[in-house]
């Protein structure tokens, strides 16, 4: 992760921790351990950065965590020798990370089973590809670094196929849209992300609207690309965000943003047979999409 440091004379674990995900503690360690540069030099934690400073963060760096097995229930769509298809509620982590140490995907599905991949290491069992914590849906879980790797390369070349449900705020007027928009940090806040030309990289999303009710749109979203926050960016860019996401838009975390992962299809890495999966909506977001319909009547 490349930054531009926007202030001055500010103490640069304090800064680094007020813009990223991490804490002041693991940036204090990261530049301890030479994992953060300043114009290509290590720096100590209590560095005053200057306007314009160059700042490298090695994302690769994992914080030591304590991994505990915890009796989590798992909705389970389907389980076999090699990989696990998992219906994530809104609101679940998908792995234990900087403040989430606790109470993930991860740390139910090590309580579940000892047979998970390690490709992507100790605090990432199992994890091919990820769902935001608000985003509720169909996941898919490796069980062996075999059908991990056979995956990860379906994800790179497409031919894993998702489709999401979304709630937009506003009432889109075209039936169809291709958003092809480049997606980077967001140059104010590296907490998020943005529609920018700057260390962005491609991302295409293909929209189909479903219904419109009043002062809302529901749609169904294929994604060509997978960037971080990807839907959430576009649908925020197209002036049409997705409702009660809690960054992006005016939402809070009491259900999370309006946003499922409702299908996926793949081929079985190992035994090469077509698998389609479809998640219904969740209760609170079907229960207000009845709401919404009675209201148009």
């Known amino acids: 992760m490349k930054i531009i440091a926007n202030e001055n004379q500010k103490r640069i674990d304090k800064y680094l921790s007020e813009i990223t995900d991490y804490s002041r503690s693991t940036i204090q360690k990261m530049l301890n351990e030479g994992h953060i540069l300043v114009n290509n030099k290590p720096v100590k934690a209590n560095y005053q950065i200057i ?5 490298i963060i090695n994302e690769d760096f994992n914080e030591e965590i304590n991994l505990k097995a915890e ?12 990989l696990m298809v998992i219906n994530k509620p809104s609101g679940m982590v998908v792995h234990p990370g900087n403040g989430n140490t606790s109470g993930t995907l991860v740390n139910a599905l090590i309580h579940y089973t000892n047979k998970l991949s390690d490709t992507n290491g100790d605090i990432r069992p199992g994890i091919i590809h990820q769902l935001d914590k608000d985003t ?8 062996n670094n075999k059908a991990h790797e056979l995956l990860a390369k379906g994800f790179q070349n497409k031919t894993i196929k998702r489709e999401y449900i979304a709630l937009l705020v506003g009432e889109l007027k075209t039936d169809t849209a291709r958003i092809e928009a480049p997606i980077g940090r967001d140059t104010t806040d590296r907490k998020r992300m943005m529609v920018t030309d700057k260390n962005a990289k491609e991302a295409k999303t293909n929209l189909i609207v479903l219904k419109r009710y009043n002062g809302f749109t529901l749609v169904k979203l294929k994604l060509e690309t997978g960037r971080t926050h ?3 960016v576009h649908m ?4 049409y965000p997705v409702y009660n996401d809690p960054v992006y838009a005016k939402g809070d975390d009491e259900f999370g943003q309006f946003l499922h992962s409702a299908r996926l299809e793949f081929i ?18 079907n229960n207000f999409l009845e709401e919404l319909a009675t209201i148009n009547e």
Do not use: C
């Open 268 to 285: 079985h890495p190992i035994k090469k047979d077509t698998l389609v999966f479809e998640s219904p909506l969740p209760e609170k977001f």
């Open 230 to 232: 990807q839907i959430r």
């Open 51 to 55: 306007e314009n400073d160059e700042i």
């Open 236 to 239: 925020k860019y197209i002036g």
């Open 136 to 143: 509720s849906g169909l996941m898919l879980v490796a069980k």
């Open 71 to 82: 009796d989590i229930k798992l909705d389970i769509v389907y389980e076999d020798e090699d």
